[in-house]
T-cell receptor
């Protein structure tokens, strides 16, 4: 069974530029999560999708971050414009039903904002 | 407000000995707790979990203990192996939301 795929693996941009990350969850997984992991901290949930609907985006900085999951499968996370403090690893995870199911994580995208 | 805390940034143990990783939480509504392991340049992988109705869960070399009155859980690895060297994250959730709150992580080094 293929795992959660993410691309790109690394991205370096300058502040005020835009960037987008892509995630392909495990086949059949209805729930998809985007996390931000700043160096030295644990992952922090940004947004949770159930199929193509948003379940929780309470910690998503909506003035600059946006995410979509149009067909209930792949998802993209966008930052526009980026700030220095957005430098982090962006992790995508998925699970079958949400709730207490184990979340399976992708390898992440390491973003550096200069 | 850090609801899940791992106060030890790092831990070093000798191969074959026991590794004990600790985690504290503040929200009494949390009812499900998990441990994830993370190698460099990889995403976290699920290790073991425990429901708040239990106080112990065991899976091979890994055992998680939950002390609800103290709002404390610990992960025991016995015996520790060099391949266990990784960052370990404690996480908690409440209800059936699926939303995980992670601790800061503890880097475990197991020396041969």
């Amino acid at each position: 069974e293929a795992g959660v795929a993410q691309s790109p693996r690394y991205k370096i941009i300058e502040k005020r530029q835009s960037v987008a990350f892509w995630c392909n969850p495990i086949s059949g997984h209805a729930t998809l999560y985007w996390y931000q992991q700043i160096l030295g901290q644990g992952p922090k949930l940004l947004i949770q999708f159930q199929n193509n609907g948003v379940v929780d985006d309470s910690q998503l900085p909506k003035d600059r971050f946006s995410a979509e999951r149009l067909k209930g499968v792949d998802s993209t996370l966008k930052i526009q414009p980026a700030k220095l403090e957005d430098s982090a690893v962006y992790l995508c995870a998925s699970n079958l039903l949400g709730m207490g199911d184990t979340q399976y994580f992708g390898p992440g995208t390491r973003l550096t904002v200069l | 407000d850090q609801q899940v805390k791992q106060n030890s940034p790092s831990l070093s143990v000798q191969e074959g000995r026991i590794s004990i990783l600790n985690c504290d939480y503040t929200n009494s509504m949390f009812d499900y707790f998990l441990w994830y392991k993370k190698y460099p340049a990889e995403g976290p992988t699920f290790l073991i979990s425990i429901s708040s109705i239990k106080d112990k869960n065991e899976d091979g070399r890994f055992t998680v203990f939950l002390n609800k009155s103290a709002k404390h859980l610990s992960l025991h690895i016995v015996p520790s192996q060099p391949g266990d060297s990784a960052v370990y994250f404690c996480a908690a959730s409440k209800g059936n939301t699926g939303k995980l709150i992670f601790g800061q992580g503890t880097t475990l080094q197991v020396k041969p």
